[in-house]
């Protein structure tokens, strides 16, 4: 019997951010592996339209809840939604929700956060700093709170190379960003954003830490824990391979590298990719959720859930295996054939933005516009340009995590619980897990059919014959205005092939 799955028995665990990526895995975990766990409170807010059961219905049908389903068929009574926005007051939750969620929480999984590299600074302190300082307030106040799992980022100390399992203090104290942005205008704090962030790339990696901060300082007596994630990619293992259901991260890349939109990015081919599957992030969230509450560690554990320093895989192979993918699977209706190459320059990276991504967009445009059509790839393909460029920090640096604390725990871990709850990345096959996160970006994220295999292939092989074409015709253009122009050329001309003058 697992350890670890019995202590979530009976009991009511609260979850942020439960609507994202992490957070789905994470509750599907709990309910899959401890069927009789009470309850899981989630926050959620209505969004695009739908209303919290909406929601709530919509990833409980989906496919990562079809095992859950089969385990715990009442699955849907264990989930309590509570409305919540945590850019509010209070999260802007009912007396009587609040009332149930302070008396009655065993464990806090904070796993809510904005994620966008590009977010203003207000935004982000409101959602990273501000929330995690209410929602701790708010655990203070839970008497049977027995722990509080924070989620942050490896990438928090991005500006340090090697990065220890330990809390680095940000120059200017949260307090006092907090109070800040209470009085200062949006001019004002775009002015002093950059001198904020400093050698971090964004405000998302800046806020994190100011989050972590928080949680060091205004923790009281709680039982907190930190997990810091790297870049966390499709499932592993389970519930099954290849689960994904965002953008973020590679899997955008992915696609626009299987669409044939991305033909070259700048990359550091030889620089560590630190992916880690969201199931072994989840896999160490839950178990150190259990450690942090049975073993009451006596000063804040952050634990690194990386995988650099103990199974590493740099871009260069990364990227092979999902070029070498794409072409077993390739994707439906690309743009241009797959071929992306890495470049390690400016000046290349900027002429191959030229010739390989604006310049077809723009003849793209043009074919569109003849055919009555309204241009579109131009705007398209400056998107993913920008979007590449909020990348590239993260594709061009190296860090070294060290992992002590994760590492002890699982070596505390009952050779059942390590099985159940596994996280130990030595595991992983980069191959095989790059293999099935492609196909998994195919079905759960592009939901294409893999009966269209055939059809995607034969699109290919015409778009072969257009780049044969197209760049014979180039040539042949190239030589006639050259034979024009010089008599050696001319010579040549005449001597290869004289029939088409
Ligand atoms: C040879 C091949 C090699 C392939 C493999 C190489 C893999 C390299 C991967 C490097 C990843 C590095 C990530 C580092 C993560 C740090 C970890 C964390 O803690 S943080 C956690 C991780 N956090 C993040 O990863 C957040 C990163 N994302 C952001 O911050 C924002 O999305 C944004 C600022 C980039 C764009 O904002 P904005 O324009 O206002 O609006 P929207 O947001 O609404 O999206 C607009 C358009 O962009 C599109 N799209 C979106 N994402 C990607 C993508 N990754 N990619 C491509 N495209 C992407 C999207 O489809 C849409 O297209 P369309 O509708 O226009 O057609
Ligand atoms: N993905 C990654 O590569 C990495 C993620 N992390 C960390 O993991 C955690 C989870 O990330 P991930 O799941 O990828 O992110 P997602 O963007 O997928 O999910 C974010 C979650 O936060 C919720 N949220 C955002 N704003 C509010 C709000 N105002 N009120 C209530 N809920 C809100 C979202 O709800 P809604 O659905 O309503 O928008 C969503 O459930 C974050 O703390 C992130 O920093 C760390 C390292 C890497």
Known sequence: MSMIAAFYSNKS????????????????????????????????????????????????????????????????????????????????????????????????????????????????????????????????????LEAFIHISTAFSNCNLSHIDEVIYPCPVEPRKIIDSMEWLDDSIIDEITPKLIGDRPNTYTYTKALGEMVVQQESGNLNVAIVRPSIVGATWQEPFPGWVDNLNGPSGLIIAAGKGFLRSIKATPMAVADLIPVDTVVNLTIAVGWYTA???????????????????????KMGLQVLATIEKIPFESAFRRPNADFTTNNFTTQYWNAVSHRAPAIIYDFYLRLTGRKPRMLKLMNRLLRTISMLEYFINHSWEWSTNNTEMLLSELSPEDQRVFNFDVRQLNWLEYIENYVLGVKKYLLKEDLAGIPKAKQHLKRLRNIHYLFNTALFLIVWRLLIARSQMARNIWFFICPMYL
């Open 294 to 316: 049975v073993h009451r560690p006596k000063s804040t554990l952050i634990y690194h859930s990386t995988s650099g320093n103990l199974n590493p895989c740099n871009w260069y």
């Open 13 to 144: 665990v609260l979850i942020t951010g439960a609507t994202g990526f992490l957070g789905k895995v994470l509750m599907e975990k709990l309910f899959r592996t401890s069927p009789h766990l009470k309850v899981i409170y989630i926050l959620v807010r209505p969004k695009s339209g739908q209303t919290l059961q909406e929601r709530v219905f919509q990833i409980l049908n989906s496919k990562l809840f079809e095992k859950v389903k089969e385990v715990c068929p009442n699955v849907h009574e264990k989930i309590r939604p509570i409305s919540a926005d945590l850019n509010q007051r209070d999260f802007a939750i009912s007396k009587e929700d609040m009332q149930e969620l302070l008396s009655c929480t065993n464990i806090i999984f904070h796993c809510a956060a904005t994620v966008r590299f590009d977010a203003h600074l207000r935004e982000a302190v409101q959602l990273n700093v501000i929330a995690t300082q209410q929602l701790l307030l708010m655990a203070s106040q839970m008497p049977k």
